[in-house]
């Protein structure tokens, strides 16, 4: 069975450009999530999609950070414009029941200069 | 917020000891996962034990929970070199099943060979 997949793994971009990550999760799983890890730290939720729906964006900035799940399928992360303080890895997971076992795939590192 | 809370924040045993981690978190739940993540990778889920569980067992690792305390524990027994990763509890809030899964700082477990 193929895992979470996500691209890129490593985006280098300096402040106020714009960048977009991409995840595919495993087959038929219908939850989604984006998190966002700083180093040192741990995941923070940014997003959570049920199918195409979104459950819970509280905690995205939504003045620089957009997200869809077109299809119910794969899913786009955008930050526009990036701060220095975006520097993270952003993690998407997916799990098949709403309140199952996440899987995560490798994440993207992002470092904004 | 439901947030984890992981104590100690790092650890470090020798190959063949016990390792013992903590959660704490602060509101009522409906499920409690662990989480182990390699240094640079994504995360990887180790067990799930439900609210009116007290007690779950997978293969070397033992997963307990006090629901009077809002604490959960983690023991890693005879533990190995690979076992050193970072290690996650995340929480859902009862109310909010499946939603919002919030992940605590992490303990830093090292093994020493």
């Known amino acids: 069975e193929a895992g979470v997949a996500q691209s890129p793994r490593y985006k280098i971009i300096e402040k106020r450009q714009s960048v977009a990550f991409w995840c595919n999760p495993i087959?038929?799983?219908?939850?989604l999530y984006w998190y966002q890890q700083i180093l040192g730290q741990g995941p923070k939720l940014l997003i959570q999609?049920?199918?195409?729906?979104?459950?819970?964006d509280s905690q995205l900035p939504k003045d620089r950070f957009s997200a869809e799940r077109l299809k119910g399928v794969d899913s786009t992360l955008k930050i526009q414009p990036a701060k220095l303080e975006d520097s993270a890895v952003y993690l998407c997971?997916?799990?098949?029941?709403?309140?199952?076992?996440?899987?995560f795939g490798e994440g993207s590192r992002l470092t904004v200069l | 917020s439901q947030q984890g809370e992981e104590d100690p924040q790092a650890l470090s045993i020798q190959e063949g000891e016990n390792a013992t981690m903590n959660c704490s978190y602060k509101?009522?739940?409906?499920?409690l996962q662990w989480y182990r993540q390699n240094s640079g990778r994504g995360l990887v889920h180790l067990i799930l034990?439900?609210?009116?569980?007290r007690e779950k067992h997978s293969g070397r690792l033992r997963v307990t929970l006090d629901t009077s305390k809002k604490s959960s524990s983690l023991l890693i027994t005879a533990s190995r070199a690979a076992d050193t990763a970072s290690y996650f509890c995340?929480?859902?809030?009862?109310?909010?099943?499946?939603?919002?899964?919030?992940f605590g700082p992490g303990t830093r477990l090292s093994v020493l060979p």
């Open positions: 509101t009522s739940i409906n499920n």
């Open positions: 999609f049920q199918n195409n729906g979104v459950v819970d």
């Open positions: 087959s038929g799983h219908a939850t």
């Open positions: 997971a997916s799990s098949f029941l709403m309140a199952g076992e996440l899987f």
């Open positions: 034990i439900r609210s009116n569980e």
């Open positions: 995340a929480t859902d809030g009862a109310g909010n099943y499946g939603q919002n899964f919030v």
